[in-house]
């Protein structure tokens, strides 16, 4: 989860024009990197939409429910990974996603404590 936090969708944006320093290499790095781990949690929990035949595993989606919300966890269906990264680490505040990590890592216990894994 913490990859996913790192993506910058200016640092793509910007890298075919400008000249690359060691910063904006890292940066690029870190955003392969979260498309990576979005890819990895889609896969995890069976909703990667390739049409590969990799089963459904429900405590994975309950759990990524819970962290992500709702609405953004349903984005992992999607091939562009980069749709959730922008809408994730996006300085919006709106009703449908919200996200507070301090509260989802709580609810995230109560869900695992009580499906018993």
Same mark, same amino acid.
């Given at each position: ?9 200016t640092a793509e944006e910007?890298? +075919?024009?400008?000249s690359h320093g060691v910063? +904006?290499?890292?940066?690029? +790095? ?32 309950? +759990?990524?429910? %819970? ?38 890592? %709580?609810? %995230? ?9």
């Amino acid at each position: 989860m913490p990859l996913l936090l790192q993506y910058d969708s200016t640092a793509e944006e910007s890298d +075919a024009t400008e000249s690359h320093g060691v910063g +904006a290499s890292v940066q690029i +790095a870190k955003n392969m990197h979260a498309v990576r781990a979005s890819e990895a949690l889609s896969r995890l929990s069976g909703l990667y939409g390739d049409g590969s035949l990799i089963p459904y595993n429900q405590a994975a989606a309950v +759990a990524l429910k %819970v962290l992500l919300t709702p609405k953004l966890s349903s984005m992992l269906k999607d091939q562009m990974p980069k749709d959730l990264l922008s809408k994730l680490n996006a300085n919006l505040e709106s009703p449908e996603v919200n996200f507070s990590p301090l509260l989802n890592c %709580v609810e %995230v216990l109560v869900v695992v404590v009580v499906m018993g894994a």
